[in-house]
């Protein structure tokens, strides 16, 4: 088992960042109002004045023109999410946009990528229709000058942890570049750019909306000139998110700090919880034959190059996590004999989901069981398994 961080040491997100910083760009309201139109007046001239003279500062916009461009809801989520990321963020209309997005800002000549999400993998293959030979390599492929080397950590849908040092120095060393999809571990669980990142995405649908009501993405660049590059291919290819969803994504990092670090702490204890029962245990109620292996960060241990994911985590575990079950039959209708957990993909909000992940990714082993957690007691989550996996063997049996 990994060893666990120091809980009185883990960073913590601050509170009064998540509130407080958009302060700059709020108006007479406390709770600030969607915008829903999509053009702005313009200022009368000067008498003096020429083309040019009231350029636009997107990053600190003192007035919008048109909401494809700036408005200011989108613009005060981009200053919080900003402030917590240690970079300058750019959001886009979905998770996928926003890795769109970043191969065209970072134009490869090879990819390196291996496993994860298999909507990423479909976003690349959707890339490569406008580039022509795009080569795919494994991250463990020798590099060369012009890849990107793709790292999604923790990876879906284990929520295991690659060494993000260990492929930054790798691909940096032939002058390529590291993206960190960093979905799984929000903050305050892991910085990538403390580790060598150039950029960082995250679906922003997950934990940072946080109530499966939106869909979002960002790509976390450290330079405002990049930042810049970043917006404009937002704004040209049109992924803007919406009004409605940037006023939801900014209501939902103001508890950002709540809701994450409970989450990761009731998930690691519920994964070290059905750990008991791997390889088949009859432990805690849970019925032998039930469990073969569970994955997640917290019992991950050392790798053969010495990488142990404690210092990484350093905010904490990651909140979703899998369970390889020993029979297909229990992987099918677990998440349908459940109370509390939804039966549903996704993960990130606060109520529990649960899901075969084959039905979502075919790919996937059909045994694999993925688990978000989201907010309710622990307890009550043991107990709702404890009993669904009871009910599996009855009638089964």
Wanted: include cysteine; glycine fraction near 8%.
């Amino acid at each position: 088992m990994t060893s666990e961080p120091q809980f009185d040491k883990r960073p913590r997100l601050s509170g009064t960042d998540l509130i407080h910083a958009d302060d700059a760009f709020h108006g007479v309201e406390v709770s600030s109002s969607i915008s829903v139109t999509t053009t702005f007046r313009a200022p009368r001239p000067a008498t003096d004045a020429t083309p040019g003279d009231d350029e636009i500062d997107e990053w600190n916009p003192s007035r919008h023109r048109y909401s494809r461009h700036t408005q200011n809801v989108s613009t005060r989520v981009e200053k919080v999410l900003s402030k917590i990321t240690g970079g300058y963020a750019v959001t886009y209309a979905s998770g996928l946009a926003a890795a769109h997005a970043a191969l065209v800002h970072l134009r490869p000549t090879r990819i390196a990528i291996t496993g994860g999400y298999s909507g990423t993998h479909a976003t690349l293959e959707t890339y490569k229709r406008s580039r022509g030979d795009l080569p795919i390599i494994g991250i463990d492929d020798p590099f060369q000058p012009g890849d990107i080397c793709w790292l999604e950590t923790p990876v879906n849908p284990t929520g295991e942890v690659r060494d993000i040092k260990y492929y930054a120095d790798k691909v940096h060393a032939v002058g390529g570049h590291l993206l960190v999809d960093s979905t799984f571990a929000p903050p305050p669980l892991q910085n990538p750019f403390k580790w060598g990142a150039d950029v960082v995405i995250h679906s922003a649908t997950k934990y940072l909306g946080g109530h499966c009501d939106l869909l979002s993405g960002v790509v976390v660049v450290p330079t405002v000139e990049k930042w810049k590059d970043l917006w404009s291919i937002r704004t040209f290819h049109g992924s803007v998110m919406g009004s409605l969803e940037a006023w939801l994504l900014l209501r939902s990092l103001r508890t950002l700090h709540l809701r994450v670090p409970r989450q990761s702490e009731t998930a690691t204890a519920l994964a070290r919880w059905l750990n008991q029962a791997a390889g088949g245990k009859a432990v805690n109620g849970i019925p032998a034959g039930m469990i073969e292996k569970v994955h997640h960060s917290s019992l991950q241990g050392t790798d053969s190059r010495g990488f142990e994911p404690t210092a990484q985590m350093e905010g904490g575990w990651n909140a979703t996590f899998a369970i390889i079950l020993e029979d297909e039959f229990y992987a099918k209708f677990l998440p349908h004999e459940l109370e509390y957990f939804v039966p549903a993909t996704s993960l990130g909000g606060v109520e529990s989901l649960i899901e075969q992940r084959v039905q979502s990714d075919p790919g996937e082993d059909t045994r694999l069981v993925r688990i978000s957690v989201g907010l309710e007691d622990l307890q009550d989550l043991k107990s709702d398994l404890r009993n669904a996996f009871q009910r599996l063997v009855k009638a089964r049996t």
